[in-house]
């Protein structure tokens, strides 16, 4: 079945570069999304990518996808304490017919 | 704020007992999704309404049901609760049309079963 996998935990300095990685398994997916949740609130939207698309950049964040090998990366430069969350990785198809989350990345931010 | 919200905020029961959670989506949006996050479990879809019909089920106990009413409101029903029910339960809404599906998530109900 369909799958989204991403490791548990990344720890970095404040003022280095994350990079969060994601793999999924359905090729069929037209979307590919990355949320942020902070403690205690909901997830919120960070930004997308159409899947045949290589590269996405919005400020801080850049977005890269290898769609032959269904890896997904979620870099952020210049990581700050508040980019302390979890990052949810997520692939969809157009419309909303299927989305499916992954367990999310802990990404710790040391100051 | 995303525009979603869910109440209560926090609910405490004891096992066996049935709960009721709420969410009003977004103006505008047509579908609502609901979702279960827990610590050995992460997030789960659970399902998802488009327009007052089902649309999608993921992994959704058969202890727990859910309805999207005409106002486009949902209302998530979790029945002969279990200790293991304990969790975050989201609720997100969308406009899906054709396009990116972005979802719009609620603050979550935080669900403690005694």
């Known amino acids: 079945g369909e799958d989204v996998e991403q490791s548990l935990f990344l720890s970095v300095r404040e003022g280095d570069s994350s990079v969060i990685n994601c793999t999924y398994t359905d090729s069929s997916s037209t979307y590919l999304y990355w949320y942020k949740q902070e403690p205690g609130a909901g997830l919120q939207l960070l930004t997308y990518?159409?899947?045949?698309?290589d590269m996405k950049q919005d400020q801080r964040l850049t977005v890269l996808l290898n769609k032959k090998d269904k890896h997904l990366s979620l870099r952020i430069a210049d990581t700050q304490t508040g980019d302390s969350a979890i990052y949810f990785c997520?692939?969809?198809?157009?419309?909303?017919?299927?989305?499916?989350f992954g367990a999310g990345t802990r990404l710790f931010v040391k100051a | 704020d995303s525009g979603v919200t869910q109440t209560p905020k926090h609910l405490i029961t004891a096992t066996g007992q049935r709960v009721t959670l709420r969410c009003s989506p977004r103006?505008?949006?047509?579908?609502v999704y609901w979702y279960q996050q827990s610590l050995d479990q992460g997030l789960q879809f659970l399902i998802q309404?488009?327009?007052?019909?089902?649309?999608a089920k993921g992994n959704i106990l058969e202890r727990f049901s859910a309805q999207q009413f005409p106002d486009l409101h949902s209302e998530l029903n979790l029945s002969s609760l279990e200790l293991g029910d304990s969790a975050l339960y989201f609720c997100a809404s969308s406009v899906a049309l054709a396009g990116a599906d972005t979802q719009y998530f609620g603050p979550g109900t935080r669900l403690t079963v005694l």
């Open positions: 309404y488009y327009n007052g019909e089902e649309r």
């Open positions: 990518i159409f899947s045949n698309m």
């Open positions: 997520a692939e969809g198809d157009t419309g909303g017919f299927k989305t499916i």
């Open positions: 103006s505008g949006d047509l579908s």
